[in-house]
């Protein structure tokens, strides 16, 4: 398995490269995004990204 670093977040998608410098585009559906937005009781989903 190859570690891949965020460097970007792009129209709905996360740009991420490898350190050989290798790059990729990682689309992120909805069903993605909500497990990736952290939930707080208070104000429910944050929408800070995408």
């Known amino acids: 398995m190859h570690e891949l670093k ?9 740009i991420v490269a490898s350190a050989e410098g290798s790059r990729y585009r990682v689309e992120i559906d909805e069903a993605t995004h909500a497990r990736l937005r952290p939930v707080s009781p208070e104000t429910g989903p944050s929408k800070r990204w995408m």
């Not at 965020?6 to 996360?14: H, N, P, R, S, T």
């Open 6 to 14: 965020v460097i970007a977040v792009e129209d709905g998608a996360l």
